[in-house]
């Protein structure tokens, strides 16, 4: 089980219906997030779209953190705007790979998948701020070494 708050800054955006922007906050650490306003519902269903990706180099050791997660915001109140609720699948993945010239090489693959519920609130329009809160529960994890 994981908690966790995000907060968005918005930098991109081309319609009222798709927003595009950076993502900061646990698990994405930093990341992109789109979101597509769909004519559900009265205007306040939203597909919603979040990826990272990080390398780190450690030594002699490469490190790829990933996160992706697919899901749809609704909104309560008002189209795209407000308070709203999150439900979602959350992939948490990292990989890694160790060079040594007396052990040689290794590699490890560990990744989590999440459902995710959150709440949150959008507030402002082009550029914007949205903090979450929200529960993951895992839904189960996979190791390769």
């Known amino acids: 089980m994981f908690h966790y708050c995000s907060f968005y800054s918005i930098r ?4 009222k219906t798709l927003r595009i922007g950076l993502k900061l906050g646990v698990p994405n650490i930093v990341g992109l997030n789109f979101e597509y306003a ?8 939203a597909a919603a779209l979040d990826f990272s990706f990080i390398p780190i180099t ?10 992706f997660e697919l899901g749809a915001n609704y909104y309560f109140v008002k189209e795209g705007k407000g308070p709203y609720g999150h439900f979602s699948y959350g ?9 040594d010239d007396t052990y040689g090489e290794g ?24 903090p979450e809160i929200g529960y993951a529960t895992l839904l189960g ?3 390769e070494c």
């Not at 991109?12 to 319609?15: D, F, V």
């Not at 769909?38 to 269903?45: E, G, M, R, V």
């Not at 992939?91 to 060079?99: H, S, V």
């Open 38 to 45: 769909t004519p559900a519902l009265n205007n306040k269903l």
């Open 141 to 143: 994890g996979s190791t």
């Open 12 to 15: 991109i955006c081309p319609g």
């Open 58 to 67: 450690i030594a002699d050791v490469d490190l790829k953190f990933t996160y």
């Open 91 to 99: 992939r948490i993945g990292f990989d890694g790979t160790y060079t």
């Open 107 to 130: 590699t490890a693959k560990v990744g989590f998948s999440l459902l995710n519920f959150k709440l949150g609130a959008k507030f402002g329009n082009g550029f914007y701020f949205r």
